[in-house]
T-cell receptor, first 117, second 112 residues
Framework: AAGVIQSPRHLIKEKRETATLKCYPIPRHDTVYWYQQGPGQDPQFLIS???????DKGSIPDRFSAQQFSDYHSELNMSSLELGDSALYFC????????????????FGPGTRLTVT | KNEVEQSPQNLTAQEGEFITINCSYSVGISALHWLQQHPGGGIVSLFMLSSGKKKHGRLIATINIQEKHSSLHITASHPRDSAVYICAVLPLWKGSQGNLIFGKGTKLSVKP
């Protein structure tokens, strides 16, 4: 079965550079979540999208922006990179439940490991 | 205090042992996930629970909504089970879909 695809898997950037991370959800999944996991930390929620609209926002820096496209893939754009942005960035996808009270599982991608030097 | 607490933080077991990892949470939830993260970093979803018990192979997950507690059990543990196991919850106030709040994980090492 198709899984969540993230690219690139590894990325090395210098301080103040920009980076773009891509997430391709499981086919027919309409919701995408982005999480950031720093070294030795638990994942923290950044931002989510449903049907190409931002649905929720977490601890995403103003230097970061994201969008979801018509084919439901999502891109996380990161500018003015700082050393502290070095982390594993996960996206997860799910279907939006048709009814309240039903919860669908989130499926995680393999992550993009970003190293800022 | 974290909304999701796991214990133990680290666990070393001998191959074949029965393992239990615990998760307690302080918020009302719509669902609880048990996730597995291998050293390479990728996260695999093991279970999603909102009540009762689920079993998949040697893995069993239980949840007690009233006590706000869940356990992940591994029977007949094997070195390939060595990974970080993460408990994550979907808070009730997020509705039936939303971002997860993660525990800090339990690092399991199973020795042959």
């Amino acid at each position: 079965a198709a899984g969540v695809i993230q690219s690139p898997r590894h990325l090395i950037k210098e301080k103040r550079e920009t980076a773009t991370l891509k997430c391709y959800p499981i086919p027919r999944h309409d919701t995408v979540y982005w999480y950031q996991q720093g070294p030795g930390q638990d994942p923290q929620f950044l931002i989510s999208f449903y049907e190409k609209m931002q649905s929720d926002k977490g601890s995403i820096p103003d230097r970061f922006s994201a969008q979801q496209f018509s084919d439901y893939h999502s891109e996380l754009n990161m500018s003015s990179l700082e050393l502290g942005d070095s982390a594993l960035y996960f996206c997860a996808s799910s279907l939006r439940p048709p009814l309240a009270g039903i919860t669908y599982e989130q499926y995680f991608g393999p992550g993009t490991r970003l190293t800022v030097t | 205090k974290n909304e999701v607490e796991q214990s133990p933080q680290n666990l070393t077991a001998q191959e074949g042992e029965f393992i239990t990892i615990n998760c307690s949470y302080s918020v009302g939830i719509s669902a609880l996930h048990w996730l597995q993260q291998h050293p390479g970093g990728g996260i695999v979803s093991l279970f999603m629970l909102s009540s009762g018990k689920k079993k998949h192979g040697r893995l069993i997950a239980t949840i007690n909504i009233q006590e706000k507690h869940s356990s992940l059990h591994i029977t007949a543990s094997h070195p390939r089970d060595s990974a970080v196991y993460i408990c994550a919850v979907l808070p009730l106030w997020k509705g039936s879909q939303g971002n997860l709040i993660f525990g800090k994980g339990t690092k399991l090492s199973v020795k042959p």
